[in-house]
Each structure stands twice: as C-alpha cells, then as structure tokens.
C-alpha cells in the first residue's frame, strides 16, 4: 500500500514538475503586440516633434522604449505595406498587391511563411483584431452569409475579428473568424465594385442624406452607411452593419479579451487600428478635441487606445513580459476623400514632418513612419537612426524565439539586435515602394524616373514622380529638395545597378 502511494506521489509531483517548468519557459517568452495605424504620419505624434498636437501615451511608450527615426513601411500605401508586414517580401515582387477592393480574393500565401505562423512555431497564441485589407477567400465572388476562407486564419492567426478592408469600403462589417458577425439570414449581404445592386441610397444620388459630404472624384458615392457615402455598392446585412463612431472601441475590447484570456501563456497580437484613414468619424468623446478637425479628433482616439493596451498589462502583470511594436502602414494624408475639416484646421500641423510628400509619395513623407519598440529587453529612452523596415519584424522575431530565418521571407532580414536599440546600423540598403521604386543605400537615395504625375491634386500630395534620374544625399537634405543626379552620375550608376540586383533576386 505504502509502495502504491508512494507511485502515486511521483506521480503527481512529476506532473507538477513538467507544468512548473513549462510554465517557466513559457514565461520566458516575451507576449508581442504589434500595434499599427493607418495612414498615421512621422510628424502626427508629439514625440517626433508634432507641436499642434499632443500624445502622451506613445510618448511614455517611446520614452519606456526606443524611437526610431528612419524606419520605413515598404510602401506608401496600405495594402502592399501590410503584404510585406505579414511575408517578408516586398510586394512589388507579386502581381495583385495594390490597394485592394474591398471584395478582393486572399493575398497572402497560405502555404508559406509568415508572420504569426513564426509565432504559432514557438507555440503562441496569435490573433489579429482590426483592419484587414488583404482579401478574402479564393475568388472575388463570394457568399458573404457563409463562412469565407481562407482569410487570417489560414495565414497563421488563431483568432481573427476584423474588418474586411477599409473603412470606406464595403462591405461595413465586422468579421470573425470566417463569418459575419450578426448577420440576420433573412438579410443576406451582396457586394458589387462594378455596379450598383439593390436599392441602397448612395452619395451620388441622395447627397441630401450625408452626414459627411464626399471630396469630388475620390470614389465615395457608392452605398451610404451610417451616413457616409463609401466606396462599392452593398445591400443586405443592415443588423451587421458597425457604427463608425463604435468601431475603433470594439477592436479595442477584442483585443483586450483576447490579452487577457492567453495572460497565462505566451501570445502574438497584430492590433490593426483604423485611425487616422478616412472615413474620420471618431467616438463622440474625442470630437472636437484636437482643434485639428476629425483628423486630429481621430489621432487623439488612436493615442487613448494605446494607453488602454498599456494600462491593461500592467493591471495584468504582462508589462515587463511585453514587446510592443507601434508604427504605421505609411506616410499621412489630409485630404483623402471627404470635407470633415481637416485641410481647414490643419493649423500648420506638418503630418509629414520634415519629410517630403505623404501617403503615395515616393519621397520620405511616404514611407517614413513613426516606429516605437519598448519593453521586455528593449532600450529605455533611447533614439536611433538605424535603418529600419517593417519587412524586417518577421526574420527579426524569429531570431528573438531562435529559430532559422524563414526562406520564403526572402527581403527580410535578422535585425533583433536593431529592434532592441542595441545595433547601430540596421540594414545596409532599403527598396521603396510608391508608383516607382526608389532605393537607399548609406543614406543615398535614388528614385527611377518615372512618366507619372508630379502632385496627386486630389490629396496635394507630392508623388515624387519625374522623368529624370533623382538623387538625394538625406543626410544632408531630408526634405529631398537638391537633386544631385547630374552632380554625381557615378552614385546614380552604382544604385541602379543595386536595384537590379535586388529587383532579380
């Protein structure tokens, strides 16, 4: 009897052992937000010099952290940014990586590496909350009352609730995991970007039921919604439908749900906000807050949400087990669709910035982005000027958790050691992406020549576009206004020949 007890006891305290210790080394591993804006400028946060406007919560993380100043999305609009966050490679790579249509099939290869899926290796939970924008399911065509796929899940997240695209887009409705979420099967959703469908009210037709008038020729006369003309046409899911004013305090509850269920275990999360994109329609609390217009009111809501992130590991004890990544899908725009204020009370507010161009420019403005690493390993208080793209967090996360760089995520690299503010340097060259390519190299940027428009008139945004060569030394001239080109035809040779040999990789 003694004997059987005796077992009994090794038993259980073996078992204990195991959990004691896998506990221990699940402890060990860092818990990851990734919390990335939309269209959310350098010069939008107080910490990179923003004066007519204040964010004291990216502040504290910046000052609990590190702030780099040359971080770069890869691209200068959402999409293609986003493809290059979740695979490791630069979008222009594959064909279909534009700014999708809210009906778009899935861009992402399912049977390849990406970023949860280095996550899921090391056996976190992973979960995205918030936009989308990367397609859904294997053709445009698709049933919107069943459940879709493959979408995030397929991708490596375990839990996803999301929105589809964009704001602007149809269709206007959450999403979790493959279905709609309160969608009525009396009220089926149908979705079309070529023609109009149904009888839905749209900013064409009906202006006099605009709570927010649409810029001329942006696209944002389809299918009203909430009083909001968005881009596409949709009927059907009036039960599903979110509330423009709810929307940013809804991904943030899913998020907080979800940190706080995997407390005990280590977890990826991609917060994928939606401010400061059109259409702007903060919570009623955050109007008129800013004195910059919703735009403003809207950055102003972005900053709360990341200090209710903040306070909420804390309150949890996750804080000095957290890695928190914030940046932004790519440079800002102030006129992006819709008359809500914002060109008129920008006040001298500089989005951008000392940069040049914003949100589909080929100059910094387009690419440089706010970039604040902070907490478990990461320098406190410090600011770098390494080079830095978001292409890198995949092959960077995955030397953080020991394992190989992911051979399918061909363009990132092994930077942790710049991640942690601990390396100086960061990458040696870096490919831009708008209309064009552009690439730098020490500090030495050349951008092709190209036929497109100089100024994109609907946004007065400068493209960076021109027929000659340009060259520009951005340690010198950060605002890129001296073309050096015909001064230094030997620097224009040696990096073009570099962006063919990354072009051919």
């Given at each position: 009897?003694?004997?059987?007890?005796?077992?009994?006891?090794?038993?259980?305290?073996?078992?204990?052992?195991?959990?004691?210790?896998?506990?221990?080394?699940?402890?060990?591993?860092?818990?990851?937000?990734?919390?990335?804006?939309?269209?959310?400028?350098?010069?939008?946060?107080?910490a990179?010099?923003?004066?007519?406007i204040?964010?004291?919560?990216?502040?504290?993380?910046?000052?609990?952290?590190?702030?780099?100043?040359?971080?770069?999305?890869?691209?200068?609009?959402?999409?293609?940014?986003?493809?290059?966050?979740?695979?490791?490679?630069?979008?222009?790579?594959?064909?279909?990586?534009?700014?999708?249509?809210?009906?778009?099939?899935?861009?992402?290869?399912?049977?390849?590496?990406?970023?949860?899926?280095?996550f899921?290796?090391?056996?976190?939970?992973?979960?995205?909350?918030?936009?989308?924008?990367?397609?859904?399911?294997?053709?445009?065509?698709k049933?919107?009352?069943?459940?879709?796929?493959?979408?995030?899940n397929?991708?490596g997240?375990?839990?996803?609730?999301?929105?589809?695209?964009?704001?602007d887009?149809?269709?206007?409705?959450?999403?979790?995991?493959?279905?709609?979420?309160?969608?009525?099967?009396?009220?089926?959703?149908?979705?079309?970007?070529?023609?109009?469908?149904?009888?839905?009210?749209?900013?064409?037709?009906?202006?006099?039921?605009?709570?927010m008038k649409?810029?001329?020729?942006?696209?944002?006369?389809?299918?009203?919604?909430?009083?909001?003309?968005?881009?596409?046409?949709?009927?059907?899911?009036?039960?599903?439908?979110?509330?423009?004013?709810?929307?940013?305090?809804?991904?943030?509850?899913?998020?907080?749900?979800?940190?706080?269920?995997?407390?005990q275990?280590?977890?990826?999360?991609?917060f994928?906000?939606?401010?400061?994109?059109?259409?702007?329609?903060?919570?009623?609390?955050?109007?008129?807050?800013?004195?910059?217009?919703?735009?403003?009111?809207?950055?102003?809501?972005?900053?709360?949400?990341?200090?209710?992130?903040?306070?909420?590991?804390e309150?949890?004890?996750?804080?000095?087990?957290?890695i928190?990544?914030?940046?932004?899908?790519?440079?800002?725009?102030?006129?992006?669709?819709?008359?809500?204020?914002?060109?008129?009370?920008?006040?001298?507010?500089?989005?951008?910035?000392?940069?040049?161009?914003?949100?589909?420019?080929?100059?910094?403005?387009?690419?440089?982005?706010?970039?604040?690493?902070?907490?478990?390993?990461?320098?406190?208080?410090?600011?770098?000027?390494?080079?830095?793209?978001?292409?890198?967090?995949?092959?960077?996360?995955?030397?953080?958790?020991?394992?190989?760089?992911?051979?399918?995520?061909k363009?990132?690299?092994?930077l942790?050691?710049?991640?942690?503010?601990?390396?100086?340097?960061?990458?040696?060259?870096?490919?831009?992406?708008?209309?064009?390519?552009?690439?730098?190299?020490?500090?030495?940027?050349?951008?092709?020549?190209?036929?497109?428009?100089?100024?994109?008139?609907?946004?007065?945004?400068?493209?960076?576009?021109?027929?000659?060569?340009?060259?520009?030394?951005?340690?010198?001239?950060?605002?890129?206004?001296?073309?050096?080109?015909?001064?230094?035809?030997?620097?224009?040779?040696?990096?073009?020949?570099?962006?063919?040999?990354?072009?051919?990789?």
């Amino acid at each position: 009897m003694n004997s059987f007890i005796a077992k009994i006891s090794m038993m259980v305290l073996t078992i204990i052992c195991f959990h004691t210790v896998y506990a221990q080394k699940n402890k060990a591993k860092p818990n990851v937000i990734l919390i990335y804006a939309d269209d959310l400028g350098y010069g939008d946060v107080s910490a990179y010099g923003a004066s007519k406007i204040q964010t004291p919560h990216l502040d504290a993380l910046a000052k609990s952290g590190t702030r780099f100043t040359n971080a770069h999305s890869t691209s200068a609009t959402c999409t293609p940014s986003r493809f290059a966050l979740m695979t490791g490679n630069y979008p222009w790579r594959q064909k279909g990586t534009g700014v999708l249509p809210g009906d778009a099939k899935l861009i992402v290869p399912t049977d390849k590496a990406s970023l949860p899926k280095v996550f899921k290796q090391a056996g976190y939970q992973t979960a995205v909350v918030g936009k989308w924008h990367l397609g859904l399911g294997n053709q445009v065509e698709k049933n919107w009352n069943e459940d879709i796929k493959p979408g995030p899940n397929e991708v490596g997240f375990d839990y996803s609730f999301i929105f589809p695209a964009t704001a602007d887009r149809v269709p206007t409705v959450f999403m979790e995991n493959h279905r709609v979420v309160g969608l009525d099967p009396k009220d089926p959703i149908r979705v079309n970007y070529q023609e109009k469908i149904g009888n839905e009210p749209t900013g064409k037709e009906n202006p006099e039921l605009l709570k927010m008038k649409a810029s001329p020729n942006h696209g944002h006369n389809n299918t009203i919604v909430n009083g909001i003309g968005r881009i596409g046409f949709m009927e059907g899911g009036t039960k599903a439908r979110w509330v423009d004013e709810e929307v940013s305090t809804t991904f943030l509850q899913v998020a907080q749900d979800f940190i706080k269920k995997n407390k005990q275990q280590p977890f990826f999360l991609f917060f994928s906000l939606t401010e400061p994109h059109v259409p702007r329609m903060p919570a009623t609390f955050f109007k008129g807050k800013s004195e910059l217009g919703y735009r403003g009111d809207a950055i102003l809501q972005l900053d709360w949400t990341v200090g209710q992130i903040m306070e909420q590991l804390e309150l949890l004890g996750l804080r000095d087990n957290t890695i928190i990544v914030f940046s932004s899908d790519n440079g800002p725009v102030i006129d992006d669709g819709y008359e809500d204020e914002s060109v008129e009370k920008s006040h001298g507010h500089e989005a951008a910035g000392p940069f040049r161009g914003g949100k589909y420019s080929n100059f910094e403005g387009g690419t440089r982005v706010p970039f604040i690493v902070a907490g478990k390993g990461i320098k406190k208080n410090h600011v770098t000027d390494a080079l830095y793209s978001q292409i890198d967090l995949i092959a960077s996360f995955a030397e953080m958790l020991g394992q190989d760089k992911p051979q399918d995520a061909k363009d990132s690299e092994m930077l942790f050691s710049t991640l942690q503010g601990k390396d100086k340097n960061g990458r040696s060259i870096y490919v831009q992406h708008a209309q064009s390519l552009a690439i730098v190299k020490d500090n030495w940027k050349y951008i092709v020549p190209n036929n497109g428009r100089a100024i994109n008139k609907q946004t007065n945004t400068e493209l960076g576009n021109s027929q000659v060569p340009q060259l520009y030394n951005l340690a010198e001239d950060q605002g890129e206004r001296v073309n050096l080109a015909e001064k230094y035809p030997e620097k224009v040779k040696e990096l073009q020949d570099l962006l063919e040999k990354e072009k051919n990789k």
